[in-house]
């Protein structure tokens, strides 16, 4: 695979972005979502990429301490080969360096890979949010590492 890197999301990236998110959920988010990620000032938006393709992203946000896992995804063709991985490392470094103490998400509970990954970074599930998901209505896993 050709070199990778990760850097901050620009609106020239949305079109691939919003590609990926299609290829990713029953309910994606729309251009303006990833939009307002990119500029909201407490917001992080970071896609990873190979050569010139994106190829994953993710989005987060900080409230004081508390950070909060928006959106992650990586494409089809790169999943498997510790893109994600790298994606959320970046960005726990990055909260730590803005002193957030707690980092947050929801998940799926029928998605084992995002589980894993997440369990993978040492987070631990904290509650649930009873049928939070439609196509198919499914509850969310709460998940929180301390960082
Ligand atoms: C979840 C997702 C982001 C993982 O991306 P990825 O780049 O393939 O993940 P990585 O290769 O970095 O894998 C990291 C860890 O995740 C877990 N994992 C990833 N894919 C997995 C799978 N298919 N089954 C089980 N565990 C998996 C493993 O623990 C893996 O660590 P390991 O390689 O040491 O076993 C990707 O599958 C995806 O985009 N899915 C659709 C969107 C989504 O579900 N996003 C998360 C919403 S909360």
């Not at 070199?3 to 299609?22: H, K, N, Y």
């Not at 990119?38 to 987060?60: D, F, L, Q, W």
């Not at 904290?126 to 929180?144: F, L, N, Q, S």
Request: glycine share 6%.
């Amino acid at each position: 695979m050709e070199e990778l890197t990760i850097r901050a999301m620009r609106e020239s990236d949305l079109p691939s972005v919003v590609a990926i998110e299609r290829l990713s959920f029953s309910t994606p988010w729309s251009e303006t979502s990833f939009l307002n990620e990119i500029y909201k000032h407490n917001s992080t938006a970071k896609i990873s990429v190979a050569g010139e393709r994106v190829i994953g992203y993710m989005c987060a946000n900080q409230i004081a301490d508390e950070g909060h896992i928006l959106n992650l995804a990586v494409h089809p063709d790169f999943r498997g080969r510790g893109i994600a991985n790298t994606l959320v490392k970046n960005i726990i470094e990055e909260l730590k360096e803005k002193a957030c103490r707690f980092l947050y998400l929801e998940v799926r509970a029928s998605n084992n890979a995002a589980r894993k990954l997440y369990e993978g970074f040492g987070f631990s599930i904290v509650g649930a949010r009873k049928a939070y998901y439609t196509e198919p209505k499914e509850d969310a896993v709460i998940m929180m590492l301390r960082i």
